[in-house]
């Protein structure tokens, strides 16, 4: 059987993979998420399977890489990390009151560079309508720091989600429903 890496240091990925029961190891990948690509489900598509080659490439044979990317899109704007206070409060702002998407990129890479499937989850998203204290007490939090869009849904931010309508595991970084049957391509069950 196929050893799991991931190829991320994201730490809801770890808790992610670690509730599916799943053993594996970590090893990040080093590659700048910047790439330009108009459409977003190629986008995270492509990064994530560039995640994962990066960490594939240094792996003898037998372990299974998982990359993954999620960006958010409002409309056709693609929402990364925020670079500072001032852009989280301008991604919230934009976000405020509107659906959005969350679009996750999943890549599975035999080592060192073998067999690959790649794929993409999709969740809609609709944030309530925001105060812009509202936005301004979240961002002092640090939440939303180091996420795209600049939110979590995890945790405080939480609060800012009127629904949603796909898989709620993906809007966290992983939709385990789709990685499951990606697995299950390399012979690899949770259940």
Same mark, same amino acid.
């Given at each position: 059987?196929?050893?799991?890496?991931?190829?991320?240091?994201?730490?809801?990925?770890? $808790?992610?993979? %670690?509730? @599916?029961?799943?053993?594996?190891?970590?090893?990040?990948?080093?590659?700048?998420? !910047? &790439?330009?690509? *108009?459409?977003?489900?190629?986008?995270?598509?492509?990064?994530?399977?560039?995640?994962?080659?990066?960490?594939?490439?240094?792996?003898?044979?037998?372990?299974?890489?998982?990359?993954?990317?999620?960006?958010?899109?409002?409309?056709?704007?693609?929402?990364?990390?925020?670079?500072?206070?001032? $852009?989280?409060? %301008?991604? @919230?702002?934009?976000?405020?009151?509107?659906?959005?998407?969350?679009?996750?990129? !999943? &890549?599975?890479? *035999?080592?060192?560079?073998?067999?690959?499937?790649?794929?993409?989850?999709?969740?809609?998203?609709?944030?309530?309508?925001?105060?812009?204290?509202?936005?301004?007490?979240?961002?002092?939090?640090?939440?939303?720091?180091?996420?795209?869009?600049?939110?979590?849904?995890?945790?405080?931010?939480?609060?800012?989600? %009127?629904?949603?309508?796909?898989?709620?595991?993906?809007?966290?970084?992983?939709?385990?429903?789709?990685?499951?049957?990606?697995?299950?391509?390399?012979?690899?069950?949770?259940?």
């Amino acid at each position: 059987m196929l050893e799991i890496i991931l190829a991320s240091s994201s730490p809801r990925r770890k $808790e992610l993979l %670690e509730q @599916l029961g799943l053993s594996f190891k970590i090893i990040s990948s080093n590659v700048d998420e !910047i &790439a330009e690509e *108009e459409n977003a489900h190629l986008l995270v598509e492509k990064l994530a399977e560039t995640k994962a080659r990066e960490v594939a490439w240094k792996c003898q044979p037998g372990y299974l890489i998982i990359g993954a990317d999620t960006i958010v899109c409002l409309e056709s704007e693609i929402l990364g990390k925020p670079k500072d206070e001032a $852009e989280a409060f %301008e991604m @919230l702002k934009k976000l405020s009151g509107k659906t959005h998407k969350v679009i996750t990129g !999943i &890549a599975l890479i *035999e080592a060192p560079c073998g067999r690959s499937i790649i794929s993409h989850e999709e969740t809609l998203v609709k944030f309530r309508d925001l105060e812009d204290e509202e936005i301004k007490a979240y961002i002092r939090s640090g939440e939303p720091m180091d996420k795209a869009g600049a939110y979590g849904i995890q945790k405080i931010g939480a609060i800012l989600v %009127e629904r949603i309508d796909g898989c709620y595991f993906n809007i966290v970084g992983l939709p385990l429903t789709r990685l499951t049957k990606m697995l299950k391509e390399f012979n690899i069950s949770i259940l």
